[in-house]
């Protein structure tokens, strides 16, 4: 049974709406030459890779469904437990749960237990359930397995990322023969740094497909307290943090367009009580707003277990609710800027010439105003999206984040952070944890940096500084 | 000046009320003061008549917003909501939800707090300003782009990972400082290190790098020129003229998170067990007090309002083309 | 040995992987205590000429060649630090725009005194001396006071005359002015010009003036070159060059000039837009946009040769041929010009518009800037009528209220017998089909976003798909653009293309009064004479009338019938064009004629002294008579009121009032 969650839903409409404007865009030049920019930025084009595999992963992880347990008498019955696509993908890394903790890698279990063998009990750290299971000598065989495995993999990871080169090579080649079209790709002559992009592509695909051939027999980042594989639990963090970061500002930006244009475009009172809601919201400490109203949201879905068939359906609308207080916090700085530039635009002579010629108000914050802001829209929205992840992390470390049972960075962190202070310490969940949420991040710190350079008038100065020929000579 | 001072003050009422008003609202949109009774007494098994008296106790025996029963202007004042917020405006907090005077919680951690948020805010503001003015000094070279990387890199770094790993390296496996805890006097210094370190350490990256923007949109200005055709040197350039132009909107920007140092930040303290605001903050959270939250709330708008004036000022002070009116 | 020498300068500037050759190859000197113009139309690398020079280039830019000689010796091969004692010291410079010129939160005698620390080493009493001299030397009044303001305090003006101060205050040999007078108004640039060369007379410094004005050229240089796409193309003396300029582009730049004499007429103007300096070149630069051009002007670059009288670069003078035939007179196209006076079509009653001051603790209304301040005159039918003043004076907002774009404060507006003040939007709609407006910046008025079809189908409502198709393509034919540019943006087109496309947009609801306002003060010379041929021909083709809000005196000689002069809010003279140009009644009106730069020579002037004071605070009486060199006891304490000096003409003056023998001069 397909099962569409909330966030799901506003998943597929952000990615159509995205779709669409790239369609939409793409046959006007106004609108695609800042984009043909970013396409032109080294970093911004690297970052997008990563970005594109973080996103299909997420995206994989939005198509949810329960699977069918049984039939009785023709009905179908369904487990209560929602799946998505990538669950079944990964469904060996899910499964695969141990007991406790395991490091990285490891054939046995991180600590000593007393086993009965025999009559006799002994204290032995155990073999793992799964971890190394088809071994018969860890201690010998262990390593050259492990580098056997990852070899193949890696050379399948090549063979299909040779294909993929071969096949944008071919689509670049254009009346040239097919080494020329591959040497200038190579040679990065094109206008879009096609070899960086594939070189960083070659790179993922040398981490990633190791990675997943080896998780299917051992816990490429350990195991938690619960025994739960920790790359499991890093990859599935992946959605809850592209939700966070996406869905907010979906939430937010009709608040934030709607409301800046109108106080600045039309003024008056108006004008006034905009301010005022605005300078209220953000004279409440943000971290206690989005405290009381998660309090607020977790007693009523208490109050309610009725309203939820599953607890995936809980968690999500949590996160939805998350989503939308981050949001109700983060709009008055974009709502103030809108509002500034409307009140600039105003003053235009474009728009002067407009209400010139009658043209209605309506018009006039369509046509004119609007396009003219999204620039600065999307600066903002792009900018905002690591700071959303990383603030995640933060509220659900307080206790005020994502549902407990969701996985998420934050979760990952706040059920780790005790265990740096064991003895030996088990510091993989934290490393998982920082890894790829640091890649993500960056990454998406990177790319909002060529997007902000590429429509910003501002910052597009050259700022190479080429000394006189025959300076200090 | 004084002028705009007291519109500005007068301005302040409207909207300490609104955000009082939304406070009630959020916490009563679903929870009824039964319920706040019931959490606090224990929630199983507890007779109406407990309930009632802690109702009693507590000043939540009304209605909320609105008194249907009264006339006039009791319609509005004889309510939990009237009663509850005019005191503050008087700044007197009363007691927790668990009986203490919640005054008194705020004047003995405010110390603590501020022990960590001032030094944090300076050295912070010091660091970034430095690393920047070198990268802008340094422009379009090698260390300008390295240090932008740099920040990038360490902006990408959630702060919770800075206090983990600061916890881990400093305390835990070279044993410099104590892990965590508190002392008050000078006793606290060897407490307090640590979290300053990690909190002008987690800044630095975005700090610095925004910065470098300001610094670098003000080299483009022509006024720039104009200092550099007089044959000066480009430190003093820099130093002189970029440097004070470029302060005004990086201290006044800066300027309105002044008052709030004194909210201290809720994860460090946390982390670093220091008996602050921000802890207590945090606490009254997880235990729903509302009386506290509902205080901290309203200290924090009032201090934010506060730091609007202060920009305002500031900005006086700062640039001598503006003059308030 | 000249004082300064560029030898073969080229300079190039990186723009998005574009090279763009700003400097190709320039050489001149300049000598001791000369004023040398380097004459240029915008975007022809002679800013960065004299950046150059400084060794001041923005990031982007670079000297890839040549070498710059000052008394000698050479200043590329300068450390960087060696430049330093250069700079201020041996070569000062100011630049356009005063404004952003001067460090804002710095003192004026701060300022100043950091180029005394640098090169001159006084002691502080001689310093603090040194600096209240410098200002006197200026010009600037109360100089011990006003050296402890910040520049913000100072007007444009006196802003220059600050930057002035500072670039002579080590004594320079050289003083490079950028432009020095493009961003004032006229009589304000011709205190400063005035300035500049009482202050060269007495120091004897050279001057490298940059320029775009043959006016101010003819006034300060004595020695002069012209620059195109990065090359000098022609340099003579002064004398010789107004005598007879040689290069068909130095002609061309005559020929494009408005003016009173060429009232009748067609301007004369150059085809084409300049070329892009990011592309190559082969042949003469000129070659495409000349009349004269033949093949091997496009094949090989031209060399220096000899015009008797000046150097130039242009293959009609090589082995002493005589240059370009003379120019055959374009086709001065008789332009109808119907003396019959028509039929009123918009008349303005005692138009007010104030702007709220707000004060104190509750913002209360503590006053008014009267920006309009009881304004009336009327135009009619297929006439213009041409508004004069400074900036700040109200013309701009004037021409807002009067398309009731801004409401009036008080007055009428009567267009074509309608009352036109206090409509509903709906109603409004209607009565001012007939009215449209065309701006001062051609960048500003059109939206970025929109295809240049979707802008003009904007006013056409009503209009059928069919219909609006043929009427698109006939307005872009009748302002001169080919058909495809409707479904281009606007960031394609040039600034004198876009200003076609603005008036395309305003002739596409039929209008018969189009406000004009400054629609050509942000382009250049030879663009503007096609600006003005073609509002010019659309008034005869279609009896529009104009109202034309300009400072620009050599526009409104040029294609006005009547003149309105507008001072802080008033209007103080105001007549047929014939009378108020060559019989200016007000003393405002005749230093504003005075202090327009005349290609004739320079000629001795009543200057308007002093600033335009604040329109907030205007002075009482006649707000002119702070300024006035004929002021009487009665213009301190009344405003004059309007007399009649002939059948159309008439003045706000005292010194033509009925209570008072006045006589003007």
Same mark, same amino acid.
């Given at each position: 049974m397909v099962v569409i969650l909330w966030t799901d839903g506003l998943v597929f409409l952000l990615s159509g709406l995205i779709l669409a404007f790239a369609v939409y865009a793409s046959r006007r030049p106004h609108l695609s030459l800042p984009w043909r920019r970013v396409g032109q930025s080294r970093s911004g084009m690297i970052s997008a890779v990563i970005l594109i595999c973080f996103v299909s992963i997420g995206l994989l992880d939005s198509f949810h469904f329960r699977p069918q347990i049984a039939i009785d008498k023709g009905k179908p019955i369904y487990s209560v437990e929602v799946l998505s696509a990538f669950d079944f993908l990964v469904e060996t890394m899910r499964n695969h749960t141990e007991r406790t903790y395991s490091s990285p890698f490891s054939a046995y279990a991180f600590s000593r237990e007393t086993v009965a063998s025999d009559g006799v009990q002994s204290r032995i750290y155990p073999r793992l359930r799964y971890g190394g299971a088809d071994l018969a000598d860890p201690g010998r065989e262990r390593i050259p397995d492990i580098l056997k495995r990852s070899l193949v993999a890696a050379l399948e990871g090549i063979g299909v990322w040779a294909l993929l080169a071969a096949i944008l090579v071919f689509r670049h080649s254009g009346g040239k023969s097919f080494p020329d079209a591959a040497s200038s790709i190579f040679r990065g002559e094109t206008e879009i740094p096609w070899n960086a992009m594939l070189g960083t592509l070659l790179a993922i695909f040398l981490i990633a497909f190791p990675a997943f051939a080896l998780s299917s027999h051992y816990h490429v980042f350990g195991t938690d307290k619960v025994g739960q594989d920790v790359f499991y639990l890093a990859l599935k963090s992946i959605r809850t943090g592209l939700v966070i970061g996406t869905l907010t500002t979906l939430v937010m930006l009709p608040f934030a367009i709607f409301l800046g244009i109108m106080a600045g475009y039309l003024g008056g009172w108006l004008d006034d009580v905009i301010q005022y809601l605005y300078t209220m919201l953000n004279s409440i400490p943000a971290v206690l707003l989005i405290a009381a109203s998660v309090l607020m949201m977790q007693v009523y879905i208490d109050a309610h277990p009725a309203l939820f068939e599953t607890m995936a359906e809980r968690a999500d609308l949590r996160l939805l609710f998350l989503c939308m207080i981050l949001g109700m916090t983060s709009w008055t700085g974009l709502c103030r800027l809108l509002r500034g530039e409307a009140l600039k635009l105003r003053e235009m002579e474009y728009i002067l010439a407009a209400q010139a010629f009658g043209v209605s108000r309506l018009r006039i914050v369509t046509r004119h105003i609007l396009p003219n802001v999204m620039h600065i829209v999307l600066i903002s929205v792009v900018m905002e999206f690591s700071s959303l992840v990383l603030a995640e992390a933060v509220l659900s470390y307080v206790g005020v984040g994502v549902d407990p049972s969701m996985i998420s960075f934050g979760t990952m962190i706040n059920s780790a952070r005790l265990e740096m202070a064991r003895e030996p310490m088990v510091w993989w969940p934290l490393a998982a944890a920082f890894v790829f949420m640091f890649a993500m991040v960056l990454s998406a710190n990177l790319f909002a940096d060529a997007v902000r350079d590429a429509f910003d008038p501002r910052t597009r100065v050259a700022s190479r500084r080429i000394p006189p020929v025959k300076d200090e000579a | 000046?004084?002028?705009?001072?007291?519109?500005?003050?007068?301005?302040?009422?409207?909207?300490?009320?609104?955000? +009082?008003?939304?406070?009630?609202?959020?916490?009563?949109? @679903?929870?009824?003061?039964?319920?706040?009774?019931?959490?606090?007494?224990?929630?199983?098994?507890?007779?109406? =008549?407990?309930?009632?008296?802690?109702?009693?106790?507590?000043?939540?025996?009304?209605?909320?917003?609105?008194?249907?029963?009264?006339?006039?202007? +009791?319609?509005?004042?004889?309510?939990?909501?009237?009663?509850?917020? @005019?005191?503050?405006?008087?700044?007197?907090?009363?007691?927790?939800?668990?009986?203490?005077?919640?005054?008194?919680?705020?004047?003995?951690?405010?110390?603590?707090?501020?022990?960590? /948020?001032?030094?944090?805010?300076?050295?912070?503001?010091?660091?970034?300003?430095?690393?920047?003015?070198?990268?802008?000094?340094?422009?379009?070279? #090698?260390?300008?782009?390295?240090?932008? @990387?740099?920040?990038?890199?360490?902006?990408?770094?959630?702060?919770?990972?800075?206090?983990?790993?600061?916890?881990?390296?400093?305390?835990?496996?070279?044993?410099?400082?104590?892990?965590?805890?508190?002392?008050?006097?000078?006793?606290?210094?060897?407490?307090?290190?640590?979290?300053? @370190?990690?909190?002008?350490?987690?800044?630095?990256?975005?700090?610095?790098?925004?910065?470098?923007?300001?610094?670098?949109?003000?080299?483009?200005?022509?006024?720039?020129?104009?200092?550099?055709?007089?044959?000066?040197?480009?430190?003093?350039?820099?130093?002189?003229?970029?440097?004070? +132009?470029?302060?005004?909107?990086?201290?006044?920007?800066?300027v309105v998170v002044i008052p709030s140092l004194f909210m201290g930040s809720l994860i460090m303290e946390s982390f670093f067990g220091i008996p602050g605001l921000g802890s207590y903050t945090l606490d009254a959270i997880n235990s729903q007090d509302f009386a506290i939250v509902r205080s901290m709330v309203f200290i924090g708008s009032v201090l934010y309002i506060i730091g609007l004036m202060l920009t305002d000022i500031s900005y006086t002070l700062a640039d001598p083309r503006i003059r308030l009116q | 040995m000249s004082l300064l020498e560029l030898e073969n300068l080229r300079t190039f500037l990186e723009n998005n992987g574009n090279i763009v050759r700003a400097v190709d190859g320039v050489s001149f000197s300049v000598e001791k205590g000369e004023t040398f113009a380097l004459l240029g139309e915008s975007g022809c690398g002679k800013s960065m000429t004299s950046l150059s020079v400084m060794r001041l280039l923005p990031d982007a830019g670079r000297i890839v060649d040549g070498d710059i000689f000052f008394q000698g010796s050479s200043l590329l091969s300068l450390p960087e630090k060696g430049m330093r004692d250069i700079r201020g010291k041996k070569i000062g410079i100011i630049f356009q725009e005063p404004g952003l010129s001067l460090n804002p939160v710095l003192r004026v005698r701060d300022q100043i005194g950091e180029v005394l620390d640098r090169h001159a080493h006084l002691d502080r009493e001689a310093r603090n001396k040194r600096i209240v001299e410098l200002l006197d030397q200026v010009?600037?009044?109360?100089?011990?006071?006003?050296?402890?303001?910040?520049?913000?305090?100072?007007?444009?003006?006196?802003?220059?005359?600050?930057?002035?101060?500072?670039?002579?205050?080590?004594?320079? =040999?050289?003083?490079?002015?950028?432009?020095?007078?493009?961003?004032?108004?006229?009589?304000?640039?011709?205190?400063?010009?005035?300035?500049?060369?009482?202050?060269?007379?007495?120091?004897?410094?050279?001057?490298?003036?940059?320029?775009?004005?043959?006016?101010?050229?003819?006034?300060?240089?004595?020695?002069?070159?012209?620059?195109?796409?990065?090359?000098?193309?022609?340099?003579?003396?002064?004398? /010789?060059?107004?005598?007879?300029?040689?290069?068909?582009?130095?002609?061309?730049?005559?020929?494009? #000039?408005?003016?009173?004499?060429?009232?009748?007429?067609?301007?004369?103007?150059?085809?084409?837009?300049?070329?892009?300096?990011?592309?190559?070149?082969?042949?003469?630069?000129?070659?495409?946009?000349? =009349?004269?051009?033949?093949?091997?002007?496009?094949?090989?670059?031209?060399?220096?040769?000899?015009?008797?009288?000046?150097?130039?670069?242009?293959?009609?003078? /090589? =082995?002493?041929?005589?240059?370009?035939?003379?120019?055959?007179?374009?086709?001065?196209?008789?332009?109808?010009?119907?003396?019959?006076?028509g039929e009123i079509l918009l008349s303005v009653r005692d138009l007010s518009v104030h702007f709220p001051i707000r004060k104190g603790l509750f913002k209360r209304v503590a006053g008014h800037v009267a920006a309009v301040d009881g304004v009336s005159f009327s135009i009619a039918e297929g006439k213009t009528l041409a508004l004069v003043g400074e900036s700040g004076c109200g013309k701009t907002t004037l021409g807002k209220a009067i398309l009731q774009l801004l409401a009036p404060t008080s007055g009428s507006v009567n267009y074509d017998g309608k009352e036109i003040t206090g409509l509903g939007r709906r109603s409004l709609k209607k009565a001012r089909q007939g009215l449209q407006i065309i701006f001062q910046d051609p960048y500003a008025s059109l939206n970025p976003r929109m295809r240049i079809r979707e802008i003009m189908e904007e006013g056409m409502q009503g209009m059928g798909a069919g219909d609006r198709n043929a009427h698109i393509l006939e307005l872009l034919e009748e302002v001169g653009l080919s058909e495809d540019a409707q479904y281009r943006y606007p960031?394609?087109?040039?600034?004198?293309?876009?200003?076609?496309?603005?008036?395309?947009?305003?002739?596409?609801?039929?209008?018969?009064?189009?406000?004009?306002?400054?629609?050509?003060?942000?382009?250049?010379?030879?663009?503007?004479?096609?600006?003005? +041929?073609?509002?010019?021909?659309?008034?005869a083709d279609h009896g529009l009338s104009f109202l034309f809000i300009t400072h620009n005196i050599s526009v409104v000689e040029y294609l006005a019938h009547e003149v309105a002069v507008m001072y802080l809010g008033r209007i103080v003279e105001k007549g047929r064009a014939e009378d108020v140009l060559t019989a200016p009644a007000h003393p405002y009106t005749q230093a504003l004629l005075a202090a327009v730069p005349s290609i004739a020579g320079r000629t001795p002037r009543a200057m308007a002294r002093f600033d335009l004071p604040s329109p907030a605070d205007p002075p009482a009486g006649c707000h002119y008579h702070l300024r006035c060199p004929h002021s009487m006891p009665q213009c301190e304490t009344r405003y004059p009121e309007p007399t009649r000096l002939g059948e159309s003409h008439e003045v706000r003056c005292h010194l033509y009032g009925n209570d008072t023998a006045g006589t003007g001069d």
């Open positions: - | 000046m004084i002028a705009y001072l007291i519109r500005r003050l007068l301005y302040a009422v409207p909207i300490l009320v609104g955000v +009082n008003l939304l406070t009630f609202a959020l916490f009563f949109v @679903v929870n009824t003061p039964d319920d706040m009774a019931r959490i606090q007494l224990g929630i199983k098994r507890v007779t109406p =008549d407990a309930i009632h008296n802690w109702k009693v106790a507590h000043g939540y025996d009304k209605p909320l917003f609105f008194n249907p029963g009264e006339s006039g202007s +009791n319609f509005f004042t004889d309510t939990i909501f009237f009663e509850k917020s @005019v005191p503050m405006f008087r700044f007197e907090f009363g007691r927790s939800d668990d009986g203490r005077d919640i005054a008194q919680e705020i004047e003995s951690r405010a110390g603590p707090s501020l022990e960590i /948020a001032l030094p944090v805010f300076l050295i912070g503001m010091m660091t970034n300003v430095s690393f920047a003015l070198m990268m802008a000094f340094f422009r379009a070279t #090698l260390v300008d782009v390295w240090g932008v @990387v740099m920040c990038v890199a360490a902006m990408s770094i959630s702060g919770l990972f800075y206090i983990i790993g600061g916890q881990f390296l400093v305390a835990k496996l070279w044993h410099w400082v104590p892990i965590s805890g508190f002392e008050a006097g000078a006793s606290s210094l060897k407490f307090v290190i640590l979290p300053v @370190v990690i909190g002008v350490a987690s800044g630095l990256g975005s700090g610095a790098r925004w910065y470098r923007t300001i610094f670098l949109e003000e080299i483009g200005r022509d006024y720039v020129r104009t200092a550099k055709a007089k044959g000066i040197s480009e430190i003093r350039v820099l130093f002189h003229h970029v440097l004070r +132009n470029g302060l005004i909107p990086i201290l006044t920007g800066a | 010009g600037i009044p109360d100089p011990e006071l006003r050296a402890e303001d910040y520049p913000f305090q100072f007007s444009g003006g006196m802003k220059q005359r600050v930057m002035i101060a500072m670039a002579l205050a080590a004594e320079p =040999d050289v003083l490079i002015a950028d432009e020095p007078t493009t961003a004032l108004d006229v009589t304000i640039q011709a205190q400063i010009l005035e300035l500049l060369r009482s202050l060269q007379k007495k120091l004897g410094m050279a001057i490298l003036l940059i320029t775009h004005d043959l006016g101010v050229v003819s006034e300060m240089a004595s020695r002069v070159a012209v620059m195109y796409a990065g090359e000098i193309v022609e340099t003579a003396s002064r004398d /010789a060059f107004f005598a007879r300029p040689a290069h068909p582009y130095s002609r061309k730049l005559f020929a494009s #000039l408005p003016g009173r004499e060429k009232r009748g007429e067609m301007l004369d103007m150059i085809r084409g837009v300049v070329p892009p300096l990011s592309r190559e070149f082969s042949g003469c630069r000129f070659a495409e946009r000349c =009349d004269h051009a033949f093949d091997l002007c496009r094949e090989v670059s031209p060399i220096w040769h000899d015009s008797g009288g000046s150097l130039v670069r242009c293959h009609l003078y /090589a =082995d002493g041929r005589p240059g370009p035939v003379e120019e055959r007179k374009v086709v001065a196209e008789p332009v109808p010009r119907p003396d019959m006076p960031h394609e087109f040039s600034g004198g293309q876009r200003q076609r496309i603005a008036i395309a947009r305003a002739l596409a609801v039929n209008p018969r009064l189009i406000v004009c306002d400054e629609p050509t003060s942000a382009l250049d010379v030879s663009v503007q004479a096609q600006i003005l +041929n073609l509002l010019k021909r659309l008034q």
